[in-house]
């Protein structure tokens, strides 16, 4: 009897999974015509966008130039600056070693990286910081949920930019070339900052990933690059994911946008980016380069819970953890183990699903719907971001979506 009911279970978790979700034409011309319209006006100088429904592609779509200056177009393999969509993958991975027993999340991050015994937090008054004990230690759910209080560095004139810009952990370049150190550096030296709040006590952006990255090469005993191969990349054939762009691939690189009053030039040029040399910071939380379609991999597998094409990257239990809320009441934003923790109104589900995602710095973002089966991905390539357009595609994709 036992047997029987569990067949029944089994059955029935694997049809509600596999729920038939589709997209509607006019929703998928919407998107067309919206991408068309803010290209023509100027307000975006281009972009892409690719959708999937249970690993099925239903929209793709690549409009404008990525250099408006040479009039070079945005191409299908296109390689981008993903910037902090590289947290989520970062966070992947390091869950993959999670269910290997290397670590557990509770672990105080000191227990790998000794110079985190001696981190303190920073109160300022009256421009004067002090620093006090923490109440407990900095752990590694507090990395990848964005709580530990590392941010990205304040203005260079304040008491805490002053510790992260003496200490050489600070972006240049409008915010787009990394700390000039490797991350097992810049971990000891964000080890030496004061903390903005108590760990754990709200959602603070910033640098957390990073320290993330570092661990994960302790903990896999590799480089985060080739662990981010061996663990993600190469089962999920990412062949165009990467921090250092292979010199055989630099002519797909593109060029990067921001605004100067109300138009836009060209902030880092394809040609003579320091991209094009690589950088010794291989930031999880900031550095991949990425293609539309190899991004659109890995979120098929997260909306397929952990699965996609038939190669398991994590257990669909590993996954839901890491899409449960893990910011304390009145902490901020609802926030993961890596993600954005929302939800979507489906047509014809009962109740709201769950949504998750990130975006990154030049305007790149995704979205995943799990229980419709649902993967979004849109790019371009302007800083700083506003997700504007993403947000406004991906509302009309789900008013277009409809599960049966």
């Known amino acids: 009897m036992k047997k029987i009911l ?21 929703a998928s011309q919407a998107v067309k015509d919206g991408i068309a319209r803010a290209t023509k006006a100027g307000e975006i100088e281009g972009g892409m966008i690719l959708v999937h429904i249970h690993g099925k592609q239903v929209l793709v779509d690549v409009q404008g130039y990525h250099d408006s200056e040479d009039k070079l177009e945005f191409e299908v393999d296109s390689l981008l600056r993903i910037y902090s969509m590289s947290k989520p993958i970062t966070s992947v991975v390091a869950m993959t070693l999670w269910e290997q027993g290397k670590f557990k999340l509770d672990d105080p991050v000191a227990n790998y990286i000794p110079s985190f015994q001696k981190v303190n937090v920073g109160v300022v008054v ?14 590694v759910r507090d990395l990848l949920s964005h709580t530990s209080g590392y941010s990205y560095s304040p203005a260079s004139g304040t008491p805490f930019g002053k510790e992260y810009h003496s200490r050489g952990v600070f972006y240049t370049h409008n915010g787009m070339y990394p700390p000039k150190m490797s991350i097992r550096e810049a971990a000891d ?21 990073d320290i993330l990255g570092a661990l994960i090469e302790i903990w896999s005993g590799e480089s985060l690059e080739k662990y981010m191969k061996r663990s993600v990349f190469k089962p ?19 060029s990067c946008h921001t605004w100067e009053g109300d138009r836009q030039v060209i902030v880092d040029k394809w040609s ?15 550095g991949l380069v990425s293609t539309l379609g190899d991004y659109s991999q890995f979120a098929q597998m997260l909306a397929g819970w952990g699965q996609h094409d038939g190669t398991r990257i994590l257990k669909a239990e590993t996954l839901r953890e890491m899409f449960r809320n893990q910011v304390v009441p009145g902490g901020g934003r609802s926030f993961g183990l ?23 710095y030049a305007n790149t973002e995704f979205r995943v719907i799990p229980d419709a089966g649902v993967s979004m991905v849109f790019m371009r390539q302007t800083v700083p971001s506003t997700h504007r357009m993403s947000k406004k595609l991906f509302g009309i994709l789900r008013s277009g979506l409809t599960i049966k």
């Open 6 to 26: 569990l067949t029944v279970l089994l059955v029935f978790a694997t049809t509600c999974a596999q729920a038939d979700t589709t997209l509607s034409d006019k």
């Open 126 to 139: 009256d421009g004067n910081m002090t620093r006090l004990e923490p109440e407990r230690p900095v752990t």
């Open 189 to 209: 030296q964000l080890a030496e900052i004061p903390l903005q709040h108590q760990p754990g006590e709200k959602w603070t952006y910033g640098l957390s990933v």
């Open 236 to 254: 999920l054939k990412m062949k165009d994911t990467f921090f250092d762009i292979p010199k055989n691939k630099l002519d797909r690189f593109v």
């Open 272 to 286: 003579d980016s320091a991209y094009r040399d690589g950088f010794e910071f291989h930031s999880g939380g900031g």
């Open 338 to 360: 890596g993600f954005a923790v929302e939800t979507a109104e489906i047509s014809g589900a009962d109740k709201p699903l769950g949504q998750y995602g990130w975006g990154g």
